[in-house]
């Protein structure tokens, strides 16, 4: 047995607990408020409600609400030039994972020179190291991302369409702010598409960890067993706190805690591909459409992975088709969910733009740093082709 672990963050957990805002050391005396726009009056509320708390705590706040479900380099730099304007000494982001990403980028850039897409990692990006950031709360709405309690920050390059991870330690929020009662009020299909985004973050990193870190198996099963109980509960009652629960739970910080200790697979970097491109694609309809196709194609590579995931969805191995049980489970539970039949057309996407997709999968973003095995473009053109609908 092998364990490296480091969770930095500090979990405020349970429902009705953002009422403790203002009892909490929080880590400055300016906050700048990145969320989302939108037009629920509830959402409205919501951010009047997190001022009037830090107004409590004598904590100045300043909003900025112009972050999209991806959010992008340009909104990350109009953000944080607000936030060096009014003086801010920290960052919350107030919302889903598009929103506390981008408060994190923010949040990067407040203490960091140059440019946003300097410190990518991958594609276009300049490589350079990310040392430090200030310092981030997270208060989250959704439960999918797992981002309140992991160092990475997903930004979409507009002028180029990459849709690329930032990752380092710094971006670990320091507080963490998950109260289901918050989450109640979500549409049906970003309840499926956000709670099956944290069963592959849990599944992925599974399969990447080949059993050497007994904690990533111990909270993959966890956050795989209450998404599979819970996320149908919650599609169809969405006010059951209970279940609420159990998935932010499970999504917010179990699967948040896997990608603390270890990267997805590829899986996940031609999902963001799609959504990159195709920016009306939610990353949990990205990953559904191609999730059947691509986990039939790695079997061979790591059926052993496979079948374990398998078996926490409840599927047993299949005799003679090694590694193919996680693959039937997720078919089985997307026909429950109701999401087995999305299709990349009806988002605009064409059979003309799928090696167009693959290029840049394999060649800008690039997949053979994350995957044990290697998935040539030809195999995620034919994952692609496949998927097809």
């Given at each position: 047995m092998k364990i490296d672990a480091q969770m930095p963050t500090r979990i405020i957990f349970g429902a009705g607990r953002l009422d403790e805002l203002a009892s909490l050391d929080l880590p400055g005396s300016h906050a700048l408020i990145c969320t989302g726009k939108s037009a629920r009056p509830e959402r409205k509320e919501l951010l009047a409600r997190v001022i009037k708390l830090l107004d409590g705590a004598e904590i100045d706040a300043t909003a900025y609400e112009g972050m999209t479900p991806n959010p992008t380099d340009e909104e990350v730099r109009e953000a944080c030039e607000?936030?060096?304007?009014?003086?801010?000494?920290f960052v919350i982001g107030l919302g889903g994972g598009s929103s506390i990403d981008?408060?994190?980028?923010v949040a990067m850039m407040m203490r960091q020179g140059g440019?946003?897409?300097?410190?990518?990692?991958?594609?276009?990006?300049?490589?350079?190291?990310?040392?430090?950031?200030?310092?981030?709360?997270?208060?989250?709405?959704?439960?999918?991302?797992?981002?309140?309690?992991?160092?990475?920050?997903?930004i979409t390059k507009v002028e180029t369409g990459e849709k690329l991870d930032f990752a380092a330690d710094a971006l670990c929020p320091v507080l963490s702010i998950i109260d289901p009662e918050l989450m109640v009020s979500l549409p049906k299909d970003q309840t499926i598409y956000q709670g099956v985004d944290a069963l592959f973050h849990a599944a992925e990193c599974a399969?990447?960890?080949?059993?050497?870190?007994?904690?990533?198996?111990?909270?993959?099963?966890?956050?795989i067993s209450n998404v599979l109980a819970w996320l149908p509960v919650v599609v169809e009652d969405p006010g059951n706190i209970e279940g609420r629960a159990m998935i932010a739970y499970a999504a917010d910080i179990c699967s948040g805690?896997?990608?603390?200790l270890i990267n997805t697979t590829s899986h996940h970097i031609i999902a963001q591909t799609i959504g990159g491109m195709f920016p009306s694609v939610a990353h949990g309809a990205s990953l559904i459409m191609?999730?059947?196709?691509?986990?039939?194609?790695?079997?061979?590579?790591?059926?052993?992975?496979?079948?374990?995931?398998?078996?926490?969805?409840?599927?047993?191995?299949?005799g003679g088709r090694r590694g193919q049980s996680f693959a039937d489970g997720l078919g089985s539970l997307f026909d429950c969910l109701g999401v087995r039949g999305i299709a990349m057309?009806?988002?605009g996407i064409t059979r003309?733009?799928?090696?167009?997709?693959?290029?840049?999968?394999?060649?800008?973003?690039?997949i053979a740093d994350v995957d044990l095995y290697t998935l040539t473009e030809d195999d995620v053109l034919g994952i692609l082709q496949r998927s097809y609908r």
């Open positions: 607000l936030a060096k304007e009014a003086g801010c000494d981008g408060a994190k980028a440019r946003l897409w300097d410190y990518a990692y991958t594609g276009t990006g300049g490589r350079k190291e990310i040392t430090c950031a200030a310092p981030v709360v997270a208060i989250s709405t959704t439960a999918g991302t797992g981002t309140e309690t992991d160092p990475y920050s997903v399969i990447t960890n080949r059993g050497e870190n007994r904690l990533v198996d111990v909270f993959a099963q966890e956050s805690y896997t990608q603390t191609i999730a059947e196709e691509y986990y039939r194609r790695i079997a061979e590579f790591v059926p052993d992975e496979l079948d374990r995931v398998g078996a926490y969805l409840g599927v047993d191995p299949c057309s009806e988002y003309e733009d799928l090696p167009v997709i693959a290029d840049a999968a394999v060649n800008r973003t690039g």
